[in-house]
């Protein structure tokens, strides 16, 4: 197993940035990509970007290119996700994901296996 802990989230104002870290424990060994979503009230769970674990490569959705950037420290088994230019829009619960098989799709939910508990980013304008 993986377990998954989210921190950084809180306030920011409209333009502002946060930081959020991801730390991972267990079978870290297992994990092939790691990923961030985001979860809106009544809306659903959709992909803001991944990254490699290995490799290091990242994607990104459109709306988070050019202003969010994710990061990976391999020796404390830590993702972030730097998030500047914070938009209203932005505002939901963030999670963090980790995907064991390398063929799951790295945008979709169900690409991944292990999920933090979320963490709260309310961006005000």
């Known amino acids: 197993q993986v377990q998954l802990v989210e921190s950084g989230g809180g306030l920011a104002q409209a333009g502002g940035s946060l930081r959020l870290s991801c730390a991972a424990s267990?079978?870290?060994?297992?994990?092939?990509?790691m990923g961030w979503f985001r979860q809106a009230p009544g809306k659903e769970r959709e992909f803001v970007g991944a990254?490699?674990?290995?490799?290091?490569?990242?994607y990104y959705t459109d709306s988070a290119k050019g202003r969010f950037t994710i990061s990976r420290d391999n020796a404390k088994n830590t993702v972030y996700l730097q998030m500047n230019s914070l938009k209203p829009e932005d505002t939901a619960v963030y999670y963090c994901?980790?995907?064991?098989?390398?063929?799951?799709?790295?945008?979709?939910?169900?690409?991944?296996?292990?999920w933090g508990q979320g963490t709260q980013v309310t961006v005000s304008s």
């Open positions: 990254i490699g674990w290995s490799s290091g490569n990242t």
């Open positions: 267990g079978r870290t060994f297992n994990i092939i990509k």
């Open positions: 994901a980790a995907g064991v098989r390398i063929w799951d799709p790295f945008s979709l939910p169900r690409g991944y296996d292990h």
